[in-house]
């Protein structure tokens, strides 16, 4: 499977081409977001690793346009930056993970191990669901509310999808991991969190006040099927 690599850092872009090509992924590395994008409109790789900040474009500028150019791409963004708004800002605009600088070889290895077996799955079941008042349709990656029309990642329809198949029961943080991101997965301190708080900021009404994604406080996280 081929991958891209843009990081502007020349020893972090060749160690990770190293390190997936030992792998047996056949990577494209470069060092800009221009680059990066003109590269991606070559090849059209499944799986894309953005450094946040590079020059000419910035990791979030190109993951915009990748995800617009190709709806089920799996983007991991890696940054040295780890506040919640950078976390939240990089999901909104379409990465489907998050990793902060510096990190284990073994836990990237382990998110892109994930995003292939995501990206070589079969295309999810073609259906619309209900959840409230927004109506999601898992295989087009798209919800609506009204008019107004919701956009959203392969990680986010999985995650309502999750939500709506266990209506009713509150779903641990290892559940949810182990189901939507992989059993290898290697989840850093309030990642999940921080994740549903970039959902919600998309398909609420009101964030503050969810009726969608409700938390179930000690346990993890719950959807119900109910006024």
Request: proline share 5%.
């Amino acid at each position: 499977m081929r991958v891209l690599i843009a990081e502007d850092d020349r020893n972090l872009r060749s160690g990770l081409a190293e390190l997936l090509s030992a792998e047996g992924y056949a990577c494209d590395a470069v060092a800009t977001g221009k680059d990066a994008f003109a590269v991606f409109m070559r090849h059209r790789h499944p799986i894309i690793i953005l450094d946040v900040v590079m020059p000419e474009e910035d990791g979030l500028t190109v993951c915009r346009r990748i995800r617009q150019a190709k709806p089920d791409a799996q983007i991991l963004m890696v940054s040295a930056r780890d506040e919640i708004h950078d976390r939240v800002l990089g999901m909104d605009v379409g990465a489907d993970d998050y990793l902060t600088k510096p990190f284990d070889p073994r836990e990237l290895l382990a998110r892109v191990r994930v995003m292939q077996r995501r990206s070589t799955a079969d295309t999810p079941r073609c259906q619309t669901i209900q959840m409230a008042d927004l109506e999601v349709n898992v295989a087009t990656l798209e919800a609506r509310r009204g008019d107004c029309l919701i956009s959203l990642t392969p990680k986010e329809a999985s995650l309502l999808d999750l939500f709506h198949q266990n209506a009713g029961r509150p779903l641990t943080r290892d559940e949810i991991f182990n189901a939507c991101w992989g059993v290898d997965y290697y989840p850093e301190s309030r990642a999940l969190d921080q994740y549903v708080s970039a959902l919600r900021q998309k398909i609420e009404k009101d964030p503050a006040a969810p009726r969608i994604i409700k938390t179930v406080r000690g346990i993890g996280y719950r959807f119900d099927d109910g006024p």
